[in-house]
């Protein structure tokens, strides 16, 4: 409590050059000795507070003080200043008041350095309302009921308890402890309908951190095949190799095609992503996915065949 009485003195005097100790006194509900006592705490920390007396007089900072001269460097302050800005536009608690107060502190102005969207490039305002609805859910403790479209086709209605909001692998998932499977899963935002934040409250469980669970958190849960591809990517997709493998998992061909190695679950998923490439990518390894895309790609060319014959 002291520690934050001490930290407003200094935000007020920054602010108001000048106030009597017993303003500060009213303001923080105790004696003007303990004021006297707080500006002889940071004088001693080597604060350039001082006390006058008479008419005009009070107690104030020595002009042209700045916090970081006696506290925080030049590196430290924008690092804090920074997180509060992310904060900020995570509309995270009062991340906007303080980004004001420590800038006032640190006499810099405000760098828009960061924005953060969570919705397509599309007008998703519903989406953002979603994503805004889970948030406090989790910091109230509400319980969810929710419809889940789960990879392997089939829908479930689950309520749940919302632990923590998760952006892994360019998407986001919510973790949460499932009251169907009386365990804690990750849940892939997207896939969520019928968002329904329940009177109920919670009491939060401690997260398990053994390594069964943090298989979870990666996708690799029992049941859940994966599967190691390596795939040969034609040159003129690199912006999709860019953005949607990692640097480690990469290499070229004397071509200039690119050869990558990656794992994902095995479901309808995986087939669906490989043919969005369409003829600019080859399967070359296990051998049993490039067959099955194959009888994809022959399923295909018969039913437009057949659209086509009908016509």
């Known amino acids: 409590m002291q520690i934050n009485r001490l930290f407003e003195i200094v935000y007020l005097l920054l602010e108001r050059k000048t106030i009597t100790a017993k303003e500060l006194a009213n303001r923080f509900e105790v004696s003007t000795r303990t004021i006297y006592r707080d500006v002889e705490i940071l004088s001693n920390a080597k604060i350039p507070i001082y006390a006058t007396k008479g008419k005009g007089g009070g107690i104030s900072l020595l002009d042209n003080f700045v916090l970081d001269k006696s506290m925080v460097s030049e590196e430290e302050q924008n690092e804090i200043l ?16 303080a980004l004001e107060k420590m800038g006032t502190l640190f006499k810099k102005k ?54 923590q909001l998760v952006f892994k692998d360019k ?10 499977k009386e365990d804690f899963r990750l849940f892939k935002m997207t896939r969520i309908r ?7 409250k919670f009491e939060r469980r401690e997260m398990k951190q053994n390594a069964e669970n943090q298989n979870k958190d990666n996708r690799k849960v029992p049941n859940i095949k994966i599967v190691n591809l390596k795939l040969k990517v034609d040159a003129s997709l690199a912006y999709r190799v860019c953005d949607e493998f990692r640097e480690k998992n990469i290499t070229k061909d004397r071509d200039g ?15 669906g992503y490989l043919l969005s490439f369409g003829d600019k990518i080859e399967i070359l390894e296990p051998s049993y996915v490039k067959e099955q895309l194959a009888v ?12 086509s014959s009908e016509k």
């Open 82 to 97: 920074f997180g509060l800005q992310s904060l900020k536009e995570l509309k995270a608690g009062e991340g906007a008041s």
């Open 110 to 163: 405000e760098i828009d350095w960061i924005c953060i969207d969570f919705s397509g490039w599309g007008n998703e305002i519903k989406e953002k309302e979603q994503f805004e609805e889970i948030k406090q859910a989790i910091l109230r403790q509400q319980v969810l009921k929710i419809e889940y479209y789960a990879s392997d086709g089939k829908v479930s209605k689950r309520e749940m308890e919302p632990m």
């Open 171 to 180: 998407s986001w998932y919510l973790k949460a402890y499932c009251k169907l």
């Open 194 to 200: 019928n968002l329904e934040v329940m009177n109920e």
């Open 257 to 271: 095609n690119f050869l990558i190695e990656v794992e994902y679950p095995e479901d309808e998923w995986v087939y």
């Open 296 to 307: 994809t790609i022959e399923k295909m060319r018969e039913k437009y065949q057949k659209n």
